[in-house]
T-cell receptor
Framework: DAKTTQPNSMESNEEEPVHLPCNHS???????IHWYRQLPSQGPEYVIH???SNVNNRMASLAIAEDRKSSTLILHRATLRDAAVYYC??????????????FGGGTRLMVKP | EAGVTQSPTHLIKTRGQQVTLRCSPI?????VYWYQQALGLGLQFLLW???????NRGNFPPRFSGRQFPNYSSELNVNALELEDSALYLC????????????FGPGTRLTVL
C-alpha cells in the first residue's frame, strides 16, 4: 500500500470543528482512502472512506483533494469522546490479495474541555 | 448485533511457553485478521484467514500461526514466547464485499515475563 503522512498530534477544543490532514502523494488510481480511529484501551474502529468525491456519514466528513494527493478528515463538533489516534490508510481495492490494513503512526487528537 | 469478541482479555506467560488466543467474528463475516500492537511499534498485520484458509501473513516468524474453523472463528498460536511478544493482539473481521470494512475486537493483552 502507498504511504501516508499525518501529524503526530493535534489539539482541539470541545465543540469546535477539527480538521485532520493526511498526505498521500504516491496514491494510485485504485487506492481508496480509509480512516480508522483507536480510542484508549480499545481496538480500532472504522470512521469513513472515499475514492474521489467528498463523503459524509454520521461520524465525520472526508474531503479529498482534486489530485487525490491529500485528504482531510473533518469532525464537525469535537467531543471529549473523540480523543483518539486517527489513522489514514490507503487500500488497494482492485482485488483482495493483500487486504490487510497498513497502519502508520496516526494522529493523536487531544480534545480540551 | 454482536461485535467481534476475543478471549482471554488478559494473559500472563513466561518465556518459552506457548499461548492460544481466540477470536469470534461478526456473524456473516468470513474473513478474520490478526494484528499485533506492541508498545512503540504501532499496529502490525499478522495473519489473514478467509473461508478456512490462510490468505496472507505479515513479517512475523513461523512460531506465529493460526487457523480458522468452519464457523469462521479463529485461533492465533504463538510458540516459544519471547519478551518482545508482549503486546495487544487484535482480531478483526470483515465480509469480502464492497468497502470490506474491518471491525475490530477489544484485543487480548499478552504479557511475557
Amino acid at each position: 500500500d502507498a504511504k501516508t503522512t499525518q501529524p503526530n498530534s493535534m489539539e482541539s477544543n470541545e465543540e469546535e470543528p477539527v480538521h485532520l490532514p493526511c498526505n498521500h502523494s504516491t496514491i494510485s488510481g485504485t487506492d481508496y482512502i480509509h480512516w480508522y480511529r483507536q480510542l484508549p484501551s480499545q481496538g480500532p474502529e472504522y470512521v469513513i472512506h472515499g475514492l474521489t468525491s467528498n463523503v459524509n456519514n454520521r461520524m465525520a466528513s472526508l474531503a479529498i483533494a482534486e489530485d487525490r494527493k491529500s485528504s482531510t478528515l473533518i469532525l464537525h463538533r469535537a467531543t471529549l469522546r473523540d480523543a483518539a489516534v486517527y489513522y489514514c490508510i490507503l487500500r488497494f481495492m482492485g482485488n483482495n490479495a493483500g487486504n490487510m490494513l497498513t497502519f502508520g503512526g496516526g494522529t493523536r487528537l487531544m480534545v480540551k474541555p | 448485533e454482536a461485535g467481534v469478541t476475543q478471549s482471554p482479555t488478559h494473559l500472563i506467560k513466561t518465556r518459552g511457553q506457548q499461548v492460544t488466543l481466540r477470536c469470534s467474528p461478526i456473524s456473516g463475516h468470513t474473513s478474520v485478521y490478526w494484528y499485533q500492537q506492541a508498545l512503540g511499534l504501532g499496529l502490525q498485520f499478522l495473519l489473514w484467514y478467509d473461508e478456512g484458509e490462510e490468505r496472507n501473513r505479515g513479517n512475523f516468524p513461523p512460531r506465529f500461526s493460526g487457523r480458522q474453523f468452519p464457523n469462521y472463528s479463529s485461533e492465533l498460536n504463538v510458540n516459544a514466547l519471547e519478551l518482545e511478544d508482549s503486546a495487544l493482539y487484535l482480531c478483526a473481521s470483515s465480509f469480502l464485499q464492497g468497502p470490506d470494512t474491518q471491525y475490530f475486537g477489544p484485543g487480548t493483552r499478552l504479557t511475557v515475563l
